[in-house]
């Protein structure tokens, strides 16, 4: 019965799903040429460090989001339209599900990490002769189709006679205008203020804050990641993981602890819901983001896997070992008690 009602959910929500790709396609692109200054020379000096893009990342990232059909496809809020029941064969129920899943890992695709793009000061010219024409700013935009956002050119010229390049807070406004992005708003929504944020994030809708700051913000924009940030805080503080799990911004919210060495909670977070697998991926993923550490080294010369793996973290790492540790041993006795039975 569970597999028919996944069923019958795709069906219903098909053209949605549709929708949701094609805003993700547009968010993910990001052009590496641009005619402003340069957002990305923000590279890290340390090649060799994994990135949030890497394949064998994604992959681990992945599999902790996990894959659960009924939360992917739960009912949203909408317009309300007749259900549409199909009768099928146990051959069409399996194809059904398995075009579920599909469409599940493709609504899953993490939104993108980026380090903030550089403040845009660039002075074009100052002309004098134009100071005190007039009281306003002149905008000038190129609006060519052809040309990607990113190396659009936009200038200013300020009542004193100064041409500059406009800021990005200038040039995402006027493309917003001549180029609307649906969903977007000229002035950003009140809801990210702080003190609007701390009252949404008691109601646990940190997932409607992110789902709506994907469509407000560029994913480099100093907003989004200010958004971002606060509400990974929140949920870390809280130990409300579960509410961004199978969803597509646990990736982020993974990536963020890791890089702030501050997994320990979300490690026993999984091993008290028995989900040892995505705890040892998570250790995985640490010893990839800090290679240098001691955890790290003492993993790799002893090239230990499974359980053995979170031992040495707790020992070497973790500031909250004996908790992985009572939990990891509460595991084991759950293990081996279905093993006896």
Known sequence: ??????????????????????????????????????????????????????????????????????????????????????????????????????QAKKMLQMPPVLLERKPIDDVLSEDQILEGMDTAKYVFTDISFSIPHRERFVVVREPNGVLRKASWEERDRLIQVYFPKEGRKLTAPLIFKEQNLKMVFSQDRHEDVLDLCLVQFEPDSSDFIRVH???????????????????????????????????DALIVHMLKREQLQDAVNLVSLFHMVHPHSESAQ????????????????????????????????????????????
């Open 1 to 102: 019965m569970a597999a028919l009602g996944t069923a019958r959910c795709l069906f219903r929500r098909y053209s949605w799903v549709k929708n949701v790709q094609k805003s993700k396609q547009m968010l993910v692109k990001c052009t590496a040429r641009t005619l402003c200054s340069g957002t990305q020379d923000n590279a890290l000096s340390d090649n060799t460090k994994p990135q949030f893009t890497d394949a064998a990342v994604q992959d681990l990232l992945t599999r902790i989001t996990g894959l659960d059909l009924e939360k992917v496809f739960r009912p949203i809020k909408q317009e309300l339209k007749p259900p549409t029941y199909k009768l099928m064969t146990d051959e069409q129920l399996e194809e059904a599900v398995q075009l579920a899943e599909e």
């Open 229 to 263: 940030s606060a509400t990974y805080e929140d949920l870390d503080k809280h130990g409300k993981y579960d509410l961004l799990r199978s969803t597509r911004h646990f990736g982020g919210l993974t990536w963020f602890l890791l890089h702030a060495r501050r997994v």
């Open 298 to 341: 003492e993993a790799s010369s002893q090239t230990a896997a499974g359980a053995e793996l979170l031992k040495i973290y707790a020992q070497k790492e973790s500031q909250r070992s004996g908790y992985i540790e009572l939990a990891l041993q509460a595991h084991e006795q759950m293990a081996a008690k279905s093993a006896s039975a």
